[in-house]
């Protein structure tokens, strides 16, 4: 007789897939008011498994769809097939994880909202009762520290609607948020001059590291401003005015900007001659018969360019 591989994996899931089964399942382990909350009518199996491919040979698993309350929802059931201390410690880890995996393919498929997600786990180790705690806080060194900062809602820092006078007072940091607030400005440059004249700009610089100088040179440049040959001379002009002792830097870092700038200016120019050609081998091959497909595989063009330069019937 062969021995059966995998027996646990196969039951869990041969048992679990007969609907009255799974029917019955949660009517004995859900809390009767969650389970009145489910639309029974709409319980289907889904074919698709979220566990980890380093846990799967750890832990197998079963997901039904369900409306809960009214709402889109999953009810995932995880078998853990043995006992090993390493997987089941942090299970309840391992299900968060889970739970976000299957709220973000959720997500993907087209829905504007998060599902409702039920996770289940089902224990038949070596070791009884199951060792480890429920609640994932426990897996934290410090658990009330963690109840009270972690799962709530995130901090937001909106520079759009925070006042600038507000942001004036963040210290070194100050110079990062108010760039970032006024980067879509209309006259970036005026904005520039307005922190050199408040003093952010040079508070800032003294207090930060040659990088981050460089950093915000290299941001500054990345406004459409700065993409402008005279604007961005303008902008750079001032900035060497207003950091007197960065000046050689600043020149230095502007020059790097305009040979790039040529440089790019030259690839886009050699790109688009190439372009043309092929455009002019492909009319040729066209005119001359060959096959679109056999047009396209020479020349390497898309096929809106190739039925630009086609024969007009």
Same mark, same amino acid.
């Given at each position: 007789? $062969?021995?059966?591989?995998?027996?646990?994996?196969?039951?869990?899931? &041969?048992?679990?897939?007969?609907?009255?089964?799974?029917?019955?399942?949660?009517?004995?382990?859900?809390?009767?008011?969650?389970?009145?909350?489910?639309?029974? @009518?709409?319980? =289907?199996?889904?074919?698709?498994?979220?566990?980890?491919?380093?846990? /799967?040979?750890?832990?197998? #698993?079963?997901?039904?769809?369900? +409306?809960?309350?009214?709402?889109?929802g999953y009810i995932p059931i995880l078998l853990l097939l043995e006992h090993q201390s390493t997987a089941s410690k942090h299970m309840a880890f391992r299900?968060?994880?889970?739970?976000?995996?299957?709220?973000?393919?959720?997500?993907?498929? &087209?829905?504007? @909202?998060?599902?409702?997600?039920?996770?289940?786990?089902?224990?038949?180790?070596?070791?009884?009762?199951?060792?480890? $705690?429920?609640?994932?806080?426990?897996?934290?060194?410090?658990?009330?520290?963690?109840?009270?900062?972690?799962?709530?809602?995130?901090?937001?820092?909106?520079?759009?609607?925070?006042?600038?006078?507000?942001?004036? +007072?963040?210290?070194? %940091?100050?110079?990062?948020?108010?760039?970032?607030?006024?980067?879509?400005?209309?006259? !970036?440059?005026?904005?520039?001059?307005?922190? %050199?004249?408040? &003093?952010?700009?040079?508070?800032?610089?003294?207090?930060?590291?040659? @990088?981050?100088? !460089?950093?915000?040179?290299?941001?500054?440049?990345?406004?459409?401003?700065?993409?402008?040959?005279?604007?961005?001379? #303008?902008?750079?002009?001032?900035? $060497?005015?207003?950091?007197?002792?960065? /000046?050689?830097?600043?020149?230095?870092?502007?020059?790097?900007?305009?040979?790039?700038? =040529?440089?790019?200016?030259?690839?886009?120019?050699?790109?688009?001659?190439? =372009?043309?050609k092929a455009l002019a081998i492909a009319k040729k091959m066209l005119a001359e018969g060959s096959e679109f497909a056999f047009v396209k595989k020479v020349? &390497?063009?898309?096929?809106?360019?190739?039925?630009?330069?086609?024969?007009?019937?």
């Amino acid at each position: 007789m $062969s021995i059966i591989s995998h027996p646990h994996d196969k039951f869990f899931k &041969g048992s679990l897939k007969e609907k009255q089964i799974a029917l019955d399942f949660l009517k004995a382990h859900l809390p009767a008011n969650i389970y009145q909350q489910l639309d029974l @009518s709409t319980l =289907r199996a889904i074919d698709k498994s979220y566990v980890n491919a380093e846990l /799967r040979e750890a832990h197998s #698993d079963m997901v039904y769809a369900c +409306q809960i309350n009214g709402k889109a929802g999953y009810i995932p059931i995880l078998l853990l097939l043995e006992h090993q201390s390493t997987a089941s410690k942090h299970m309840a880890f391992r299900l968060l994880q889970y739970t976000l995996n299957l709220m973000d393919d959720h997500l993907k498929a &087209g829905h504007d @909202s998060l599902p409702l997600v039920l996770p289940i786990c089902l224990y038949h180790g070596a070791v009884s009762p199951y060792p480890y $705690s429920t609640d994932i806080f426990e897996d934290f060194d410090d658990v009330e520290m963690a109840r009270a900062l972690v799962f709530k809602q995130f901090k937001l820092i909106d520079l759009t609607t925070l006042p600038v006078d507000t942001l004036k +007072q963040h210290g070194v %940091a100050a110079l990062m948020e108010l760039l970032f607030k006024h980067y879509r400005a209309r006259d !970036f440059i005026e904005t520039i001059r307005q922190l %050199a004249d408040q &003093g952010t700009l040079k508070m800032a610089i003294s207090h930060t590291t040659e @990088s981050y100088f !460089f950093a915000m040179l290299e941001y500054i440049g990345s406004h459409e401003q700065g993409q402008q040959p005279q604007k961005a001379e #303008d902008l750079f002009k001032l900035l $060497s005015t207003v950091l007197p002792e960065k /000046r050689e830097s600043i020149m230095t870092f502007n020059e790097q900007l305009r040979q790039e700038g =040529r440089q790019e200016g030259r690839q886009e120019g050699r790109q688009e001659g190439e =372009r043309q050609k092929a455009l002019a081998i492909a009319k040729k091959m066209l005119a001359e018969g060959s096959e679109f497909a056999f047009v396209k595989k020479v020349t &390497g063009l898309f096929d809106d360019d190739i039925k630009k330069v086609a024969p007009q019937h």
